[in-house]
């Protein structure tokens, strides 16, 4: 029987896709706008069905450091916080990173810098996909846009962290975790064995048998040629990271003169964007980026090449941005839009922005395109949308 | 098809739980449905408002500027919203939180007295129903029936021997609602 279609909050959505993984333990501390998620766990009581554990630590430092623990045992663990909790956790990501183990981290950000507000904000993407804590690390970021990929994103999420023994962000915003849509939760699979863990994560600290020496997990390595192995390792496995998992969404970009990049309820806003944009005889297009890192630099280079404009929209004063201006490498002007603190803009405000921007002056009456910039022929175009729609699951 | 409501009057009037038996009526019905809350620090006498989108295909954005039908509650979410109606959209509200209607001209404009009804109902928490009836007597949104089929999926069982006196207090909104 297909499975029942939900109404439910973002935030409830990635509770009920965490039991449904057959995750073992989540670690948290309650803070806005993300605390439906312990509270509907809490409330779903998983302990008396999957066993899986719910606690609610003395703080989010606490929590990362018991996702440290129950994930260098081999075990499926996770965290939530929202923006000031998830700076206090920092500490524990770089270490999960250097002890190469696999963890999910939810972010649902609000508005910032320091306690700030509870109302939607993007303006941890800096702290995600450019560190946040110590040291030459990265964390696979999935940026969600609809409370369907936020349930989609805990198993993608937890597939991708037992990949590469590696932390995972899913980096939403109060939008996504507050608001209610209809989402199919994935099927039940049940918790790893004791078993499978020792196959899945042969290095797990999992009790010593005679026959091999003691796991260690430890991000400790006193011996800078080690430590140096151990970054170029690290690093080796960055770039497979980047060369395979890139997602992202194009709409609309086949025949665009113009580009929105958004990611997460940005992306969401600048879809009815583009709507606008194409009422008033412009044409469009909207490259929504699912991981944030590793960022699609190769698909926005591709379709930068045949844009007029591009606007980077982000709850922020600037950020992505950057990394569309790498990826671009000056053959395009990029321009940015975006509102900070928690204030949302509308669609209609980011279209009245672009026009600004880019200097778009709509013509109705004239539907010739001159100036289009460097032309990339139709076939490469379409190769780059195909590679897409495989990477999208 | 698409509809975009936006609900706004005091926490504690059941502004979000309306706006989520909408929500749940329209997943009834087969519909794209988007229910994004105004989740300040919130509380009993301050202002609550909730976006709900309707739609036959694929919702964009769950945030919008203006709306097909606005419904105000109180006086600071009318003068909030109500030039955020559409040119030719609705506007619903209760007189009995509001000391200035609309002077807008080109929406057509709705008054339920639900606070008055839902006294005379004897049953204050029957008030959210009575103006979702209003708003489905106006507009045809979702059929009566998924909005029951709605309430039974957005209260828990133990509140469903409430159903029959929420359906009152809907067919109530539906009966006393007037264009101004």
Same mark, same amino acid.
């Given at each position: 029987?297909?499975?029942?279609?939900?109404?439910?909050?973002?935030?409830?959505?990635?509770?009920?896709?965490?039991?449904?993984?057959?995750?073992?333990?989540?670690?948290?501390?309650?803070?806005?706008?993300?605390?439906?998620?312990?509270?509907?766990?809490?409330?779903?009581?998983?302990?008396?069905?999957?066993?899986?554990?719910?606690?609610?630590?003395?703080?989010?430092?606490?929590?990362?450091?018991?996702?440290?623990?129950?994930?260098?045992?081999?075990?499926?663990?996770?965290?939530?916080?929202?923006?000031?909790? !998830?700076?206090?956790?920092?500490?524990?990501?770089?270490?999960?990173?250097?002890?190469?183990?696999?963890?999910?981290?939810?972010?649902?950000?609000?508005?910032?810098?320091?306690?700030?507000?509870?109302?939607?904000?993007?303006?941890?993407?800096?702290?995600?996909?450019?560190?946040?804590?110590?040291?030459?690390?990265?964390?696979?970021?999935?940026?969600?846009?609809?409370?369907?990929?936020?349930?989609?994103?805990?198993?993608?999420?937890?597939?991708?962290?037992?990949?590469?023994?590696?932390?995972?962000?899913?980096?939403?915003?109060?939008?996504?975790?507050?608001?209610?849509?209809?989402?199919?939760?994935?099927?039940?699979?049940?918790?790893?064995?004791?078993?499978?863990?020792?196959?899945?994560?042969?290095?797990?600290?999992?009790?010593?048998?005679?026959?091999?020496?003691?796991?260690?997990?430890?991000?400790?390595? *006193?011996?800078?040629?080690?430590?140096?192995?151990?970054?170029?390792?690290?690093?080796?496995?960055?770039?497979?990271?980047?060369?395979?998992?890139?997602?992202?969404?194009?709409?609309?970009?086949?025949?665009?003169?113009?580009?929105?990049?958004?990611?997460?309820?940005?992306?969401?806003?600048?879809?009815?964007?583009?709507?606008?944009?194409?009422?008033?005889?412009?044409?469009?297009?909207?490259?929504?980026?699912?991981? *944030?890192?590793?960022?699609?630099?190769?698909?926005?280079?591709? *379709?930068?090449?045949?844009?007029?404009?591009?606007?980077?929209?982000?709850?922020?004063?600037?950020?992505?941005?950057?990394?569309?201006?790498?990826?671009?490498?000056?053959?395009?002007?990029?321009?940015?839009?975006?509102?900070?603190?928690?204030?949302?803009?509308?669609?209609?405000?980011?279209?009245?922005?672009?026009?600004?921007?880019?200097?778009?002056?709509?013509?109705?009456?004239?539907?010739? !395109?001159?100036?289009?910039?460097?032309?990339?022929?139709?076939?490469?175009?379409?190769?780059?949308?195909?590679? *897409?729609?495989?990477?999208?699951? | 098809?698409?509809?975009?409501?936006?609900?706004?009057?005091?926490?504690?009037?059941?502004?979000?739980?309306?706006?989520?038996?909408?929500?749940?009526?329209?997943?009834?019905?087969?519909?794209?449905?988007?229910?994004?809350?105004?989740?300040?620090?919130?509380?009993?006498?301050?202002?609550?408002?909730?976006?709900?989108?309707?739609?036959?295909?694929?919702?964009?954005?769950?945030?919008?500027?203006?709306?097909?039908?606005?419904?105000?509650?109180? +006086?600071?979410?009318?003068?909030?919203?109500?030039?955020?109606?559409?040119?030719?959209?609705?506007?619903?509200?209760?007189?009995?939180?509001?000391? +200035?209607?609309? +002077?807008?001209?080109?929406?057509?404009?709705?008054?339920?007295?639900?606070?008055?009804?839902?006294?005379?109902?004897?049953?204050?928490?029957?008030?959210?129903?009575?103006?979702?009836?209003?708003?489905?007597?106006?507009?045809?949104?979702?059929?009566?029936?998924?909005?029951?089929?709605?309430?039974?999926?957005?209260?828990?069982?133990?509140?469903?021997?409430?159903?029959?006196?929420?359906?009152?207090?809907? +067919?109530?909104?539906?009966?006393?609602?007037?264009?101004?």
């Amino acid at each position: 029987m297909a499975e029942e279609i939900k109404l439910m909050k973002g935030n409830e959505a990635i509770a009920h896709a965490a039991i449904r993984y057959g995750c073992d333990g989540y670690f948290g501390y309650p803070i806005t706008p993300q605390s439906e998620i312990m509270e509907t766990l809490m409330a779903l009581a998983p302990w008396k069905t999957t066993g899986m554990v719910v606690l609610q630590a003395e703080s989010e430092v606490a929590a990362i450091n018991m996702v440290y623990g129950g994930a260098g045992c081999g075990k499926t663990v996770m965290t939530s916080s929202s923006s000031p909790g !998830v700076s206090l956790k920092q500490e524990g990501m770089s270490y999960i990173a250097g002890a190469e183990l696999p963890a999910l981290i939810v972010n649902v950000m609000r508005g910032g810098p320091g306690l700030g507000t509870i109302q939607p904000s993007q303006a941890d993407y800096f702290q995600t996909v450019k560190g946040g804590g110590h040291g030459d690390y990265r964390v696979i970021t999935l940026a969600p846009a609809s409370v369907q990929e936020m349930a989609d994103f805990v198993k993608d999420g937890f597939d991708l962290a037992f990949k590469y023994n590696n932390p995972v962000m899913i980096l939403a915003d109060g939008i996504i975790g507050q608001m209610m849509e209809k989402v199919v939760l994935p099927p039940f699979q049940p918790r790893k064995t004791m078993e499978e863990i020792k196959e899945r994560s042969p290095w797990a600290s999992v009790g010593k048998p005679k026959d091999r020496k003691r796991n260690v997990v430890t991000s400790l390595e *006193l011996d800078p040629a080690e430590m140096e192995r151990n970054n170029i390792r690290f690093q080796k496995k960055y770039r497979e990271i980047e060369d395979k998992e890139v997602r992202f969404e194009a709409i609309n970009c086949e025949d665009a003169d113009y580009l929105i990049v958004a990611f997460g309820s940005s992306a969401r806003i600048c879809q009815k964007t583009i709507e606008t944009a194409a009422k008033e005889g412009v044409k469009v297009g909207l490259l929504r980026p699912i991981t *944030l890192w590793p960022f699609p630099s190769k698909a926005i280079y591709e *379709l930068g090449k045949k844009m007029k404009g591009i606007l980077v929209m982000e709850l922020n004063a600037g950020q992505m941005i950057e990394d569309v201006k790498l990826a671009v490498e000056c053959s395009v002007p990029v321009k940015h839009y975006g509102r900070l603190g928690g204030i949302v803009p509308d669609p209609d405000e980011v279209w009245e922005a672009m026009k600004k921007e880019l200097e778009i002056k709509p013509d109705l009456s004239s539907s010739s !395109v001159t100036d289009a910039g460097e032309s990339i022929s139709k076939e490469q175009l379409t190769e780059v949308i195909s590679n *897409l729609n495989q990477m999208v699951p | 098809m698409k509809h975009e409501i936006i609900i706004a009057g005091f926490g504690g009037q059941g502004v979000l739980s309306m706006g989520k038996i909408l929500a749940y009526s329209g997943l009834m019905e087969g519909k794209e449905v988007s229910w994004m809350p105004s989740y300040g620090p919130e509380q009993r006498g301050g202002t609550a408002n909730v976006t709900v989108i309707l739609s036959d295909e694929r919702i964009s954005s769950p945030v919008l500027n203006e709306f097909d039908i606005v419904v105000v509650l109180n +006086q600071p979410s009318m003068d909030k919203f109500e030039s955020k109606v559409k040119k030719g959209g609705m506007l619903i509200y209760d007189s009995y939180g509001i000391h +200035q209607p609309t +002077q807008r001209k080109d929406i057509k404009v709705f008054k339920v007295d639900a606070m008055d009804a839902a006294t005379e109902m004897q049953n204050g928490k029957a008030f959210n129903m009575i103006v979702l009836g209003a708003l489905l007597k106006i507009e045809q949104l979702v059929k009566l029936e998924n909005v029951i089929e709605g309430l039974k999926k957005s209260l828990p069982e133990r509140h469903h021997k409430l159903i029959p006196m929420n359906e009152a207090a809907i +067919q109530k909104g539906m009966d006393i609602v007037v264009e101004v």
